[in-house]
């Protein structure tokens, strides 16, 4: 059975979020040391902060692949902005946390170049997300047929 998809198009903005009972800063870790990363999305080197250029390893993508990613903006524990270029385009990623007393909401942005492309795209990232919420709940790993076809058509309805 294929998951709800959460997410939605605002202009060429591919908008998500999840929902975490945990500080922000336990958060934040989820989504920037490279140890935590591999465990939902993949991992990463080289020097953290603005301007810095590093090297992420699709870890869960068919051949491993590796990809510069340059660190656009990166205030902790609130906010980080990344751009990646691979063989599908550049994509243009922005996280933002907020807390909330004992609860902290990410939300994630996808900058797209077009809005058709959110049908192939928006099922990939709420794969993604629910890979970060399964890894930091000690859950199963979801699986990517789960979210695609099945999800494309929510995100074209919004292109």
């Known amino acids: 059975m294929s998951p709800k998809p959460t997410?939605?198009?605002?202009?060429?903005?591919l908008i998500l979020t999840r929902?975490?009972?945990?500080?922000?800063?336990?958060?934040w870790t989820s989504v920037t040391k490279s140890e935590n990363t591999a465990l939902w999305f993949g991992s990463w080197e080289g020097d953290a902060?603005?301007?810095?250029?590093?090297?992420l390893q699709l870890?869960?993508?068919?051949?491993r692949p590796w990809t510069n990613v340059t660190i656009e903006a990166c205030e902790a524990p609130r906010r980080l902005v990344v751009t990646m270029?691979?063989?599908?385009?550049?994509?243009?990623?922005?996280?933002?946390?907020?807390?909330?007393?004992d609860t902290t909401e990410l939300r994630f942005v996808q900058h797209l170049s077009?809005?058709?492309?959110?049908?192939?795209?928006g099922p990939g990232w709420e794969y993604y997300l629910d890979?970060?919420?399964?890894?930091?709940?000690?859950?199963?790993l979801p699986s990517f047929e789960d979210y695609y076809p099945s999800q494309k058509a929510h995100y074209l309805e919004g292109a």
Request: zero cysteines; glycine letters at 14%; proline letters at 3%.
């Open 19 to 27: 929902t975490f009972r945990a500080p922000i800063d336990d958060v």
């Open 59 to 63: 870890v869960h993508e068919k051949g």
């Open 114 to 121: 077009d809005r058709k492309l959110a049908g192939d795209i």
């Open 49 to 55: 902060g603005p301007g810095k250029i590093g090297r």
């Open 7 to 13: 997410g939605h198009l605002r202009g060429n903005d």
């Open 85 to 101: 270029k691979d063989d599908y385009g550049e994509w243009r990623i922005e996280v933002t946390l907020t807390q909330t007393d």
């Open 131 to 140: 890979m970060l919420v399964a890894a930091r709940e000690g859950k199963a």
